[in-house]
């Protein structure tokens, strides 16, 4: 393939165009507020039965979120393995769409009473977007040159903002006039949902299956392949924990992410329960969030370059304790609007920034920043299923989603301590004058060869 190739650009850019509608749409929007309603309707309340077992619906639906990022942590590197052997990404890429898409839509049939139904098809869909992700950006490498890259990443998540907010506002205007579309109720109208994501993921990822290319390798798959990617991942474990500042960094990034995470996928569902907060109203939230999550990107990134990354990300972290706490005394509706804004001013700031200053840590020299990169993936997922499954057990415990959100605080305290042990100036600092004088010997070299 064509490095730097506008027309193929496009069509990698598109396949976050159609992925990111399932994020927003069914993990954010829609699903959460869909399923407290229909359990509650068929169980009487919030306790339901699970292939026997009696738990809070709340419960189980952060359980089966941790769950699904769980089975990516364990296979990713496998798999990742496996298809860089083989050559192979598109067609793993094409199994995960086709598998969350496919089980999205098969959310169109739940109902409340088929509990299990319905939990096994959103542990699917949200392996597939997951797993789906990981092949999608090992194509990055491969389509752009590395000055490119950053330009061309974000080319691909505009895509999937502006998609996902077209398909939300189409889903908005079903839920609030069924009648004008033909449905009996809203009901009707928020599961047909479900099927226009699964319809528009897979549908609009052909475009990229269309243009992105294999290079089948012809090698055979074997038992010694399964462990190229845990081995690689192994490497890169071995050469952080030799690096002071990245290892303190990625320690730090680790337990704040289980905040951070955990708070965005469940606050629609702590909403909904808590709060009482509608479909409609969560939608119209969720388009809140997106939007002030852009500017919190830019403001953030604004503020890390003049105050640095270790100052911006503190900010973010001491906003979310603010956030956690407030949330722990929340009962209006206008006042989770105002949370509500500041999740996503902080979303946008925090992860634009955390993903700069790792890659800005990464030596100049290292070759395969894909082996790094797939290293902070799993700490990320790693963290979701931990921070995830801790909001889901206290909330068993305690009975209250309230004090699940308290105790998010203490993870990002122990982001924002650790963080405060790092010098991650002086450290990128370094790696960038480093990088600088290997640039300056390459080009010695190429003028001396010439």
């Known amino acids: 393939m064509e490095k730097n190739n506008k027309k193929l650009i496009n069509a990698w850019s598109s396949y976050d165009w159609s992925n990111s509608v399932y994020n927003l749409i069914v993990t954010t929007a829609i699903f959460p507020t869909y399923y407290e309603q229909v359990t509650k309707e068929a169980f009487g309340g919030e306790i339901v039965s699970f292939f026997g077992l009696t738990i809070s619906s709340g419960v189980l639906f952060t359980y089966a979120i941790s769950l699904s990022f769980l089975i990516i942590v364990l296979t990713s590197p496998i798999l ?181 995470l955990t708070v965005m996928l469940l606050a629609p569902l702590f909403g909904s329960k808590e709060v009482g907060i509608d479909s409609i109203e969560m939608i119209v939230v969720v388009l809140i969030l997106q939007i002030l999550a852009i500017f919190g990107a830019y403001f953030f990134s604004w503020l890390s370059s003049k105050k640095g990354s270790r100052f911006a990300i503190s900010c973010i972290l001491i906003m979310w304790i603010g956030v956690c706490i407030t949330c722990y005394f929340l009962t209006i509706k206008i006042g989770f609007y105002i949370v509500a804004g500041i999740v996503g001013f902080g979303m946008g700031g925090v992860q634009s920034i955390s993903r700069s200053t790792y890659a800005r840590l990464i030596p100049k020299a290292t070759k395969d920043t894909a082996s790094y990169f797939s290293f902070f993936d799993i700490t990320e997922k790693l963290a979701i299923v931990i921070g995830s499954f801790s909001f889901g057990f206290i909330n068993q415990v305690t009975g209250s989603m309230r004090n699940s959100m308290l105790f998010m605080t203490v993870f990002f305290a122990i982001g924002f301590i650790i963080l405060q042990l790092t010098d991650l100036e002086a450290d990128m600092k370094k790696v960038t004058e480093a990088g600088a004088v290997d640039d300056a010997l390459d080009k010695a070299l190429d003028a001396q060869s010439v």
């Open 80 to 260: 990742s393995g496996i298809a860089d052997y083989i050559g192979g990404k598109k067609r793993f890429m094409q199994f995960f769409t086709y598998l969350g898409s496919i089980s999205c839509m098969g959310l169109y049939f739940f109902e409340g009473a088929n509990i299990e139904y319905g939990i096994m098809c959103s542990i699917l869909a949200s392996v597939g977007y997951a797993g789906s992700l990981v092949f999608y950006n090992g194509f990055l490498p491969e389509i752009a040159t590395p000055d490119q890259m950053d330009s061309v990443s974000a080319k691909g998540f505009t895509f999937g903002y502006i998609g996902s907010v077209i398909l939300l506002v189409i889903n908005l205007a079903l839920i609030l006039a069924p009648d004008t579309f033909g449905f009996s109720d809203t009901g009707s109208a928020t599961k047909f949902g479900f099927l226009l994501v699964g319809l528009w993921w897979m549908g609009f990822a052909q475009i990229s299956f269309y243009y992105l290319k294999d290079r089948p390798t012809g090698n055979k798959i074997s038992s010694k392949v399964l462990g190229l990617g845990l081995t690689e991942l192994g490497k890169v474990f071995t050469e952080i924990k030799a690096r002071p500042t990245m290892k303190k960094f990625l320690l730090s990034f680790f337990f704040y992410s289980m905040g951070v």
